[in-house]
C-alpha cells in the first residue's frame, strides 16, 4: 500500500519525498547518536556555525556534546580506500547556537554527502540533487553557485596577500563595494585590480551566461582556468538534463577557504530570506581529518521552511463514518478495516458538523446497512 502523503506534516512530506530521492541515486541512511565525543568539535570547530555546544561528561568521564553537526561524524566514521565513494544521506536534529545568539535550537536537518575518489560526474550528481531537492520543496527556488578556486584565482591574480583573504571575503559575502573599495585603497591597489575584485562583489546571473562574460579573465591563471572549466562542465550538464534554469552563479556565495575547494552552492526558496540549503566541496576539511578522499553534500535546514507556513490538506479525512446507538458495531468496526485496507483515512463519529472537511461521508445511523 502506498503511504498517503496527506497524513504526514509539512516536514515529513518533505523527508518522504527526499528520502525517496535519494534512495533511488544510491544514497544509504546514515544514523548517528545524539551525542558525540567533544573532542571531535573543538577541533574541527572552525568548520561549525558556532563554537558554543551542549556538554556534559558520562560515565566514563569523557566530555560528550550534544550534536552541533553532522558530517564531522560521517567523515570520521567513513573509512578510506572504500570501493566507489560513500553515499550515505541523514535527517537528524543538530543542536546549536547560530552566531552571536545567546540560546540553543533544536534544528532538524535533512542532507547527504559523497565521499571518496569522486570526478566530476559526482559533483553533478550532489549539485543536481540539490537542485532537484529544492525543487521537491517548492517550484519558486533558486541555487546560488560559487568556486574557491575561481574565487581565490581571481584574488591572486589581483596580488591580496593571503591573509587579506578574509577581508575581500567578508566585502564579497556582503556585496559591499564601499568596503572593497576601502581595503583596495589602503593596500594602493590599481584601478584594474580594483576592477577585477569587483567582479567577485557585482556578478550575479544564469551560469551560463556569467560563465561566457567571465571566459577572457579566465584564461591567465592554471587555478582560474581549472575552476572556469569544472563550472563550465557542470552548466553543461545542468542545461543537458533540463536543471539549468534557476542555478545561477554568485561569488558571495560562502566557502570558508580553510576547508572548501571547489564548487559551494546556497539554495533559496520564495519569500524566506534565510538560505534552506547550503553545501559543496570540503576536501580540505576530510584531508585536516586525516582521511585522503574528496567529499561533497549539502544539508537542507527544515526548520526555515515552517515560515512558510503548514501545508494544508485538502480534506481532513477521506472518510467520514457516523454512527449512533443503533449501529451494529462488529458491522462498523468491520468496515473501518476494510477502508484502512484499502489506504483510505476514516474518522468515525456520532455526528457530522464543525469544520471537517471530508471527501466522503458513510452514514450508518439508524441501523443503516453498511
Not at 15 to 28: D, S, T
Not at 166 to 175: H, L, T
Request: proline share 2%; with cysteine.
Amino acid at each position: 500500500m502506498d503511504l498517503d502523503q496527506n497524513i504526514l506534516r509539512s516536514d515529513e512530506q518533505t523527508i518522504f519525498r527526499l528520502r525517496g530521492l535519494y534512495e533511488n541515486y544510491g544514497y544509504r541512511r546514515f544514523k548517528m547518536s545524539k551525542f558525540e565525543a567533544y573532542d571531535l568539535y573543538v577541533r574541527n570547530k572552525d568548520f561549525l556555525v558556532s563554537d558554543r555546544m551542549i556538554t556534559f561528561t558520562d560515565a566514563r568521564g569523557v566530555l560528550m556534546a550534544l550534536k552541533p553537526d553532522v558530517t564531522l561524524s560521517i567523515i570520521k566514521n567513513t573509512r578510506e580506500n572504500e570501493p566507489g565513494p560513500r553515499k550515505v544521506y541523514y535527517n537528524e536534529t543538530v543542536y546549536r547556537s547560530g552566531k552571536g545568539d545567546e540560546g540553543f535550537q533544536e534544528i532538524m536537518q535533512t542532507g547527504l554527502e559523497c565521499i571518496g575518489d569522486l570526478d566530476l560526474y559526482h559533483i553533478y550528481e550532489v549539485t543536481a540533487l540539490a537542485v532537484r531537492s529544492l525543487a521537491a520543496i517548492s517550484p519558486d527556488y533558486v541555487l546560488d553557485v560559487s568556486h574557491v578556486g575561481l574565487v581565490s584565482g581571481f584574488m591572486e591574480a589581483a596580488g591580496v596577500a593571503e591573509e587579506d583573504y578574509p577581508e575581500v571575503m567578508a566585502a564579497v559575502r556582503s556585496k559591499n563595494l564601499a568596503a572593497l573599495d576601502s581595503f583596495c585603497q589602503s593596500r594602493n591597489l590599481s584601478g584594474t585590480v580594483r576592477a577585477l575584485l569587483e567582479r567577485l562583489v557585482t556578478t550575479y546571473g544564469t551560469m551560463e551566461s556569467v560563465l561566457a562574460d567571465l571566459a577572457p579573465l579566465c584564461v591567465g591563471g592554471k587555478k582560474t582556468r581549472e575552476a572556469w572549466e569544472e563550472l563550465n562542465s557542470l552548466c553543461a550538464l545542468l542545461k543537458a538534463n533540463g536543471l539549468g534554469d534557476n542555478v545561477y552563479l554568485d561569488f558571495s556565495v560562502e566557502g570558508n577557504m580553510d576547508y572548501y575547494s571547489g564548487i559551494a552552492f546556497r539554495g533559496f526558496l520564495k519569500n524566506l530570506s534565510a538560505g534552506v540549503l547550503s553545501g559543496g566541496q570540503y576536501d580540505k576539511m576530510v584531508e585536516k581529518m586525516g582521511k585522503r578522499c574528496g567529499a561533497i553534500g549539502f544539508a537542507i535546514y527544515l526548520n526555515e521552511l515552517e515560515r512558510l507556513g503548514p501545508a494544508q490538506p485538502a480534506f481532513d479525512t477521506d472518510v467520514l463514518v457516523l454512527y449512533d446507538g443503533t449501529t451494529d458495531l462488529t458491522a462498523l468496526t468491520t468496515k473501518l478495516s476494510d477502508l484502512a485496507r484499502q489506504g483510505k483515512r476514516t474518522l468515525a463519529r456520532r455526528q457530522a458538523g464543525g469544520d471537517l472537511r471530508a471527501k466522503e461521508i458513510l452514514d450508518l445511523r439508524g441501523g443503516a446497512k453498511a
